[in-house]
Antibody, heavy 122, light 108 residues
Framework: QVQLVQSGAEVKKPGASVKVSCKAS????????IHWVRQAPGQRLEWMGW????????RYSQKFQGRVTFTRDTSATTAYMELSSLRSEDTALYYC???????????????WGQGTLVTVSS | DIQMTQSPSSLSASVGDRVTITCRAS??????LNWYQQKSGKAPKLLIY???NLQRGVPSRFSGSGSRTDFTLTISSLQLEDFATYYC??????????FGQGTRLEIK
């Protein structure tokens, strides 16, 4: 079955960077996009962008443009999200989620990782 | 960005009740509206896509309707496992996917 397993919780200081991994299994990794979505405490879900796991193309939400980088390692079937210049408002649960459609994005998220808590605190 | 507003923000209901949650978009999004269920401490789960299509494996007591700016999610007969938070999501503007603020469904 499809599984997305994320790396563990992180505590970072303001101004630092964090890199979260998302290990995929149970499907052809390169055939689907991976999206990143975050959820700050008590807040709504916030879409950050996606990476085409096959070609490596990326698209970022304007809010995060310049501060976030998505990469992937096809041999390891793992996607990564790196967020830099962290501030307290970035404290959130970060999810990776698989797009439901092969090759062409549908922006529907049919399988999710378990989430990675990133805490930004001095 | 397209703003998504859900109502109510929270709702108390009993097992067996019929429940309706509303989602309104700040501009027309055709039927590019999806619904997710999130249980406490868990990742969201896709329930309904393009306004009215039931995701595979989702019970038929869930249904969705609407178009343009106004949408509803209906649960025909609440079950204990349905108590959760529900989010709508618009996928009309693919440069900026946005979600509603959520509707928390609690046991009365």
């Amino acid at each position: 079955q499809v599984q997305l397993v994320q790396s563990g919780a992180e505590v970072k200081k303001p101004g630092a960077s964090v890199k979260v991994s998302c290990k995929a299994s149970g499907y052809t990794f390169t055939s689907y996009a991976i999206h990143w979505v975050r959820q700050a405490p008590g807040q709504r879900l916030e879409w950050m962008g996606w990476i085409n796991a096959g070609r490596g193309h990326t698209r970022y939400s304007q809010k995060f443009q310049g501060r976030v980088t998505f990469t992937r390692d096809t041999s390891a079937t793992t996607a990564y999200m790196e967020l830099s210049s962290l501030r307290s408002e970035d404290t959130a649960l970060y999810y990776c989620a698989r797009d439901s459609r092969v090759i062409e994005n549908s922006y529907l998220f049919d399988n999710w990782g378990q989430g990675t808590l990133v805490t930004v605190s001095s | 960005d397209i703003q998504m507003t859900q109502s109510p923000s929270s709702l108390s209901a009993s097992v067996g009740d019929r429940v309706t949650i509303t989602c309104r978009a700040s501009q027309s999004i055709n039927t590019y509206l999806n619904w997710y269920q999130q249980k406490s401490g868990k990742a969201p789960k896709l329930l309904i896509y393009t306004a009215s299509n039931l995701q595979r494996g989702v019970p038929s007591r869930f249904s969705g309707s609407g178009s343009r700016t106004d949408f509803t999610l209906t649960i025909s007969s609440l079950q204990l496992e349905d108590f959760a938070t529900y989010y709508c999501q618009q996928t009309y503007s693919t440069s900026s996917i946005t979600f509603g603020q959520g509707t928390r469904l609690e046991i009365k």
